[in-house]
């Protein structure tokens, strides 16, 4: 059974993973022309497919299969890219704060019918 406590740590985590992203991007974007800095990125589209709410499951299928992990490319780092990845970096992090809200909102709404 699938409950608002599950969606409340589903959404929690997926918000820490996408604030581990935005860091990791951020400092792509700090160390461009820093000689022997390693290209690092966080890549968490597997771990959304196993996700029971209809936003997370479309986003995993999206963002494809991959591993929680942070990535390591030697590729040159892009400014344009990262930025671009940063930006849908925040969208996600808004739609995860707004399915939070609606969490919160249900039990809120459970509670009060309850009285």
Known sequence: MYTSFDGMKNVSLM???ISQRQRALGSNVANV???GYVR???DFGQYLSTMNSP???KLSSKLGPSAIAVDQ?????????ELL?????SILYSMATRRMTNIVTEMKTVIN???
Do not use: C, R
């Not at 990845?85 to 970096?89: K, L, R, S």
């Open 73 to 81: 490319s030697e590729d040159p780092i892009n400014p344009a890219n």
């Open 15 to 17: 918000m820490d993973l």
């Open 85 to 89: 990845q940063m930006h849908e970096n």
């Open 40 to 42: 690092q990125d966080i």
């Open 33 to 35: 022309d820093t000689p």
């Open 113 to 115: 019918v309850g009285k």
């Open 55 to 57: 936003l997370e499951t």
